[in-house]
Nanobody, 125 residues
């Protein structure tokens, strides 16, 4: 499996950005997908997760109501729409894939099997 994240960049606080992650190598619809982020000097943390069908999504409390995860199984791509961005959202964002269905909400890093290379999001105040 190869994951390629894109869409990061510099944005002002209050702005929006959409990240994309393209998936290849296996059947995309067999995988739950997630986004994590790693702020400077901190541990990688969960951001959002969407089931293989796209029917269910869950979010970290810090982004709920501002971020939306979605997927297009025809395009083998998962998205993270980020709105009302804050300086504390500054981080490297990683997409991840988990074969099958993740049974828990707010999954952890160990629930995912494959990782992309990350894309940097910088939010200026």
């Amino acid at each position: 499996v190869q994951l390629q994240a894109s869409g990061g960049g510099l944005v002002q606080a209050g702005g929006s950005l959409r990240l994309s992650c393209s998936f290849s190598g296996r059947t995309f619809s067999h995988f739950d997908m997630g986004w994590f982020r790693q702020p400077p000097g901190k541990e990688r943390e969960f951001v959002a997760h969407v089931t293989w069908s796209g029917d269910f999504a869950d979010y970290a409390d810090s982004v709920k109501g501002r971020f939306t995860i979605s997927r297009d199984n025809a395009k083998n791509t998962v998205y993270l729409q980020m709105s009302s961005l804050k300086p504390e959202d500054t981080a490297v964002y990683y997409c991840a894939a988990a074969f099958g269905s993740i049974a828990t909400t707010r999954p952890t890093r160990s629930d995912f099997d494959y990782w992309g290379q990350g894309t940097l999001v910088t939010v200026s105040s």
